[in-house]
């Protein structure tokens, strides 16, 4: 009876004991799992797949009052100032969360009859541009950029006197403001406005120098190389 008794005590002595070690395994054991092989949150999942750094888009711009200031050596000036369009192509990276580079090709033209002098111009433009940015909510991004480059301009001035067909490359500089809204994860659309200096070309005793203030309006396909 004495042995029956010890047992007994002995038992309900040690029952919290393996009681509590049992709590404190199962306690470890589950926290250990989720530590070690919990999957990736929403919030995690989200944020790896929405990185796309690299943009690929397509410009048109509108040319208000695009000037080509054709010059003779004797100082006489003629200006032709008229509106146009013209289409450009654009690849860029977001480099940090303010910073972005583009590379930026561009053609516009104009073909013009003054003073009994037909001007027929085409500016193939090239641009390495620089913007700074702030993203507002992940949909709103107000930006401000400058650009140079390096355009090629192809010129034919057909006079009464003698005719002049010229080309030329010169540097090109550029100042744009604008705002870029993402439509979704992979499409984003642009509206600025630019002004742009396309550069000078030098005709047989004259000279053209050709500027514009453009509006303009694009979209953009969003995508990562490195995942």
Known sequence: MKKVSFLLIATLIATPAFANLD??????????????????????????????DTYLGLRIHRNEHIAYQYKLSNGHTTTIRDNNFGVGLNIGNRLTDYVKLEFETLYTGKHEKQNSTDFDYDVWSNMLNVYLYKNYGGAVEPYFGIGMGLSGIWANIDRPINDSHDNEFDMSFAVM??????????????????????????????????????????????FSIFK
């Open 23 to 52: 709590q404190e395994y199962d306690s470890y054991d589950y926290d250990d799992d989720v530590e070690t092989y919990s999957a990736p949150t929403a919030t995690q999942s989200t944020t790896k797949t929405n990185k796309r």
């Open 177 to 222: 403001a604008g705002v870029n809204f993402a439509l979704n994860d992979y499409i984003d659309l642009n509206l600025g406005l630019r002004y742009i200096d396309y550069g000078d070309i030098k005709h047989e005793h004259a000279s053209t120098k050709i500027e514009a203030t453009e509006i303009y309006i694009g979209g953009a396909y969003k």
